[in-house]
């Protein structure tokens, strides 16, 4: 298990932004890549976006293309995820993960291993 530590979520309008961190380590680098996930209540935990440490490879759900942005700064090893437009529809509580394998057909809870604590992001109407 690699320590992650998400931050940034908060309370926001609809419409508005927010910009989410995941705090890694040098140790994660040897990883291939990583995600973001989120759970809203009563929901299962559900893929949002992954990319690899080197950028090549990104991947999004169709619910948050045009909308949201992941990224990685590589000098703070730190994954981020830029989050525009958002709706009520993104309430949830969200999570980073590191990807087990460089296998890209499938993007779900269980490809993913070491999950954070979560940050809550609360989108008002």
């Known amino acids: 298990q690699v320590p992650l530590v998400e931050s940034g979520g908060g309370l926001v309008q609809a419409g508005g932004s927010l910009r989410l961190s995941c705090a890694a380590s040098?140790?994660?680098?040897?990883?291939?890549?990583m995600g973001w996930f989120r759970q809203a209540p009563g929901k299962e935990r559900e893929f949002v976006a992954a990319i690899t440490w080197s950028g090549d490879n990104i991947y999004y759900a169709d619910s948050v293309k045009g909308r949201f942005t992941i990224s990685v700064d590589n000098a703070r090893y730190t994954l981020l995820l830029q989050m525009n437009i958002l709706k009520p529809e993104d309430t949830a509580v969200y999570y980073c993960?590191?990807?087990?394998?460089?296998?890209?057909?499938?993007?779900?809870?269980?490809?993913?291993?070491?999950w954070g604590q979560g940050t809550q992001v609360t989108v008002s109407s």
């Open positions: 993960a590191i990807k087990k394998s460089t296998n890209w057909s499938s993007l779900v809870e269980a490809d993913f291993f070491s």
């Open positions: 040098g140790r994660t680098f040897s990883t291939y890549a």
